[in-house]
């Protein structure tokens, strides 16, 4: 390298500059000095930037793989765009070598220079080749990709390059992890970091490293995990203890994914014995307090979804959209409002002249469910309706690996214990839940006090039925809105009715959530079909025992029906 000196400069300054100046002088000497030591190796740097640009168009895949893996070791912002613009299939060779990226809108292309960054103008789209890519480098450049996004200002980009460091682990990542590690300070993308890091030197570190790698992985919940331990366990010519230490910690991890399991199937046993027990309590009230088999009981569920379809299309069609999320705030009352005024109708018009004949108030209300079914196909049609869910109840959060729980499901447990509380109140607080309590123990003794046991009927039909339409509010954010609706839930409703005794709210409560939890426990056991039938005959089995339930009703009537 040359020797640059500098000579004669003090006789440049004034002399009334004094010490001031002088230091200007001897900084713009370390600049130049500064320059001349530097200019060298960012040279270099650069060439080979662009060598491994010029290496994308090469006439091999593992030429092009070997470029993309320089690629992403540069740490260049601009290798993320041309490594997007390859697998985007938008990378061009031009008959001189020089690597193009190509962008079609508005009827044009337009050319960039990809070791540049500048336009290119002087070459024709039409005369430039193909960069092709295969299945194996489509991987290399999604694992490029997240290996460049490790250092990005974006937290949920970090993230997943984080996360998909896992997936692509290899030895060339371990100083891109190390780096990124020691600047980043989320904890929760430092944790992912270090599991990427650590599967990274299991397969290309010292015994050492890969003990400490076995421990850092056993400590996690993510199957990938497991299965990477699994891989590393059975390669060939493995050390004993690397084998001990790689076993222990697959145990760990077992038994830590079987309680998440466990754990899982809880809240799915749950968030299922909540949907039963909103499609239950209608049917409760109006079996206990009325003895009506009422087999359109799930048409009013299945009217409560579409008034929250219907009620959702008024809002996008008039509203403006930053309110459609609040559209479920005004179904849940419609629908309670729609299928109440139903469920009366109904009473008056064709229930009330068939007390004191089940067999016949059952005929009669499945026919009234297969003409409900009908209007509707006839009004929406047959095909399933989209009820989208609002902002607020979509998506969920991770509470351990493996286990998420969802935001819709959440929002309905929740919903289901305030229905369940405020019908606890109309019954214990109101001067209608005392009639219908009376009415409920001894229809005739109620109606020689001079309660209008007619009234009560009406209203308690209304009232099951409207709990019923509320419950299809709930089924829409959780499927989709059919015809058919009802009829998924209307056998399971009874189930829960009869098991947990007719009337009683405590017992509707209980049957419902040990249905929903029993049948979750099982099916990972015996299969979703085989689980409801072992349920089925149980239930039969235990109503020998207990004709009445588990909480049987009481009072004078009821003691004379036993």
């Not at 009230?285 to 088999?293: E, P």
């Not at 026919?367 to 509707?376: D, K, P, T």
């Not at 005739?444 to 009560?456: E, S």
């Amino acid at each position: 390298m040359p020797v640059v000196e500098f000579r004669g400069a003090e006789e440049w300054v004034p002399a009334f500059a004094g010490t001031t100046v002088k230091s200007i002088v001897h900084l713009f000497r370390l600049g130049l000095l500064a320059l001349f030591l530097f200019a060298a190796p960012l040279s270099a740097w650069a060439d080979g930037l662009s060598e491994a640009i010029a290496g994308l168009g090469g006439d091999s895949f593992a030429a092009k793989e070997k470029a993309v893996i320089a690629l992403a070791k540069s740490g260049e912002p601009r290798a993320a765009l041309i490594l997007q613009a390859l697998a985007g299939d938008r990378l061009r060779k031009a008959p001189d070598g020089r690597v193009v990226i190509i962008d079609t809108g508005r009827g044009s292309a337009k050319l960039t220079d990809a070791a540049t960054g500048q336009p290119v103008a002087d070459l024709a789209p039409e005369g430039l080749d193909r960069i092709i890519v295969n299945n194996r480098l489509r991987g290399a450049i999604e694992a490029a990709l997240g290996t460049l996004t490790l250092f990005s200002p974006d937290r949920e980009a970090r993230l997943g390059a984080a996360q998909d460091a896992l997936r692509h682990h290899s030895a060339d990542t371990v100083a891109l992890l190390e780096k990124s590690l020691a600047a980043e300070q989320d904890s929760e993308i430092r944790a992912a970091m270090q599991r990427s890091l650590a599967a990274s030197q299991l397969f290309a570190g010292s015994k050492e490293e890969r003990l400490a790698a076995i421990r850092t992985l056993g400590s996690a919940t993510d199957p990938q995990v497991k299965n990477l331990l699994d891989e590393f366990r059975y390669t060939a010519n493995i050390d004993p203890d690397l084998y001990k230490a790689a076993g222990d910690a697959l145990a760990a991890i077992d038994s830590r994914l079987r309680w998440i399991g466990i754990g899982a199937n809880l809240f799915q046993g749950i968030s299922l014995g909540s949907v039963l027990l909103l499609a239950a309590i209608g049917l409760a009230i109006t079996f206990g307090v009325m003895g009506v088999i009422n087999m359109a009981h799930g048409e009013m569920i299945m009217t409560g979804a579409y008034v929250a379809f219907v009620v959702q299309q008024l809002f996008r069609a008039f509203l403006p959209p930053d309110l459609l999320d609040a559209y479920l705030l005004v179904a849940v009352p419609v629908a309670f409002l729609f299928a109440g005024l139903l469920g009366v109708l109904l009473e008056r018009c064709l229930i009330r002249f068939l007390y004191g004949r089940p067999l016949e108030t059952l005929l009669a209300t499945w026919g009234v469910s297969l003409i409900l079914q009908q209007a509707v196909r006839s009004m929406f049609g047959s095909p399933n309706k989209e009820v989208a869910n609002p902002s607020w109840m979509t998506g969920g959060f991770d509470v351990v690996g493996g286990f998420m729980v969802t935001w819709n499901r959440l929002y309905i447990i929740v919903f289901c214990f305030v229905v369940l509380g405020a019908l606890a109140l109309i019954l214990n607080r109101t001067r209608f839940g005392l009639h219908m309590r009376a009415v409920t123990q001894n229809r005739d003794m109620a109606a020689a006090m001079g309660i209008p046991t007619a009234r009560v009927d009406a209203l308690t039909f209304g009232l099951g039925s409207g709990i019923a339409g509320m419950a299809g509010v709930a089924l829409s954010q959780i499927g989709n809105v059919s015809p058919n609706l009802g009829t998924l839930y209307i056998v399971d409703s009874f189930m829960v009715v009869v098991f947990g005794g007719v009337g009683n709210l405590m017992g509707t409560l209980v049957g419902a959530l040990s249905l929903g939890i029993v049948n979750k426990l099982l099916e990972p056991y015996a299969g979703a079909i085989l689980g409801k039938i072992a349920v089925l005959v149980a239930i039969i089995l235990f109503i020998q025992r207990r004709p009445r339930g588990l909480f049987a009703l009481k009072g004078r009537a009821a003691d004379a029906e036993a």
